[in-house]
Nanobody, 124 residues
């Protein structure tokens, strides 16, 4: 089973930036890699996906234009650059593997493996 280790979270003021990293035990990285966030009492929200073939990326509407997902296959690492952070972005961010056609977002999709997460707190 693949192991994923997230890092890079923290507390920032609204409008600030953070860069999350996810190191995978897999070599090479799985074709579909992504990030989701979890807030207690709320449903899990997929944030960003990336497909290895062609580097296609997909984003939730709530983060489009502010977040960028990327992957470094040489280091088996996935990143999430988060800019213009807002209080509603607060949550535990998890890196994950999954299987959907072309790695797109799908309703009720299932994430297969994920790490312990890294906390992001945005202060207003």
């Amino acid at each position: 089973q693949v192991q994923l280790a997230e890092s890079g979270g923290g507390s920032v003021q609204a409008g600030g930036s953070l860069r999350l990293s996810c190191e995978s035990s897999d070599t090479p990285l799985r074709d579909c890699m992504g990030w989701f966030r979890q807030v207690p009492g709320k449903e899990r929200e997929g944030v960003a996906h990336i497909y290895s073939r062609g580097g296609r990326t997909y984003y939730a509407d709530s983060v489009k234009g502010r977040f960028t997902i990327s992957r470094d296959s040489a280091n088996d690492t996935v990143y999430l650059q988060m800019n213009d952070l807002q209080p509603e972005d607060t949550g535990m961010y998890h890196c994950a593997t999954f299987l959907t056609p072309l790695c797109v977002f799908l309703p009720n999709m299932r994430y297969i493996n994920w790490g312990q997460g890294t906390q992001v707190t945005v202060l207003s």
